[in-house]
């Protein structure tokens, strides 16, 4: 068994972590830094890798990780300002467009698999499991001011408000839910509690007892003692499946298994503190994503990525189209494109 890293931030300390980009020490003005942004699901295994990586190099290299979301760091990708862009889905199309404009070309690295982990409050007697269908008809975006009550989704179900909590549109997470739930990204109810912060939606589920939230499963590992994980029954399918390492692994928590990346520029990969950091990343990714409450790609999976990396491979496997269901070793295969 292996004993899950801690990387739980408060709200105020994770606003704080982001703004001022704290990985594991201050960075001075003369040391090589590694600047990293983007989405709060991959934050912690980059925290993870940085903290491991500035202690194997005796603080002569310094990585700062923020958190701004996934679309929020792509921002500040294709201006130039980070380094690496955590992502927990694909680069879009108008996020390419925006990179190529600016002349930022970048390598796609998966370096983990999620699964999204619907949670409600421990107090919740009614909900023993969510079909894909329930889990559409409370988040669709015709559900907005209609679907308020629990018994709307399900009559089994009692009288009692239904209360929301959710990614941002900024989330990559919010992304994927949104296109594998609702067969369309970022087509959603916006009556909802949306935060960039999954601390914040953490503390809200674990406040309410009607309510129900989904984000990434490290963030439900590090918080169990406070939420209730549901099994999900995939459409076409009667069996209800809680997320794991091996539901992930073995292919049958579905629709809510997927990859998460890292996006590094070519510019940066210039300079040996940025090489060495995703060498160091992509090597020792299957400890510590398994530390932190994730699932790792197989060994295979890694020495693809750092092929990939080796020979400056750049461009996207996607094309700028999100997918659900996509296997890694194809991915890592592709043809990229910028």
């Known amino acids: 068994m292996f004993e899950f890293k801690s990387f739980k931030l408060n709200g105020v300390a994770a606003l704080v972590a982001g703004a001022l980009g704290i990985a594991g020490g201050i960075a001075h003005a003369a040391d090589p830094i590694v600047k990293i942004d983007g989405s709060s699901t991959v934050y912690p295994i980059t925290e993870a890798v940085a903290e491991e990586f500035q202690k194997a190099k005796k603080g002569a290299i310094k990585v700062t990780v923020g958190i701004s979301g996934t679309g929020g760091g792509f921002k500040k990708f294709c201006r130039g300002e980070t380094d690496i862009s955590d992502a927990s889905r694909p680069i ?51 559900a907005q001011a209609k679907i308020t009550t629990w018994n709307q989704v399900n009559p089994a179900w009692p009288n009692a408000p239904l209360k929301l909590f959710g990614p941002g549109a900024d989330s990559g997470t919010f992304d994927y839910f949104t296109d594998a739930i609702n067969g369309k990204e970022k087509a959603s109810r916006g009556d909802f509690t949306a935060s960039e912060d999954d601390n914040v939606l953490v503390q809200g589920v674990s406040r309410d007892i009607n309510a129900i ?86 060994q295979k999976h890694y020495s693809m990525g750092l092929k990939n990396f080796a020979s400056k491979k750049l461009g996207t496997g996607f094309g700028g189209k999100p997918e659900v269901g996509v296997k890694v070793e194809e991915l890592l295969a592709r043809e990229a494109k910028l």
């Open 92 to 142: 879009l199309e108008k996020e390419m467009k925006v990179c190529a404009e600016a002349g930022i070309k970048y390598i796609e690295l998966p370096v983990a698999f999620d699964a999204l982990t619907v949670v409600i409050n421990p107090r919740n007697t009614w909900i023993k499991e969510f079909k894909v269908e329930e889990l559409k008809k409370m988040w669709e975006p015709g």
């Open 213 to 298: 939230g989904y984000f990434g499963m490290a963030y439900y590992v590090e918080n169990k003692d406070k939420l209730k994980a549901v099994p999900i029954v995939n459409k076409g399918s009667a069996k209800a499946v809680l997320p794991s390492l091996q539901t992930v692994m073995d292919g049958t928590y579905q629709p809510l298994a997927r990859p998460i990346f890292i996006y590094v520029s070519e510019k940066g990969m210039q300079r040996a503190e940025v090489r060495e950091f995703v060498e160091y990343y992509l090597k020792n990714a299957p400890t510590l994503v398994k530390e932190v409450g994730y699932v790792p790609l197989s």
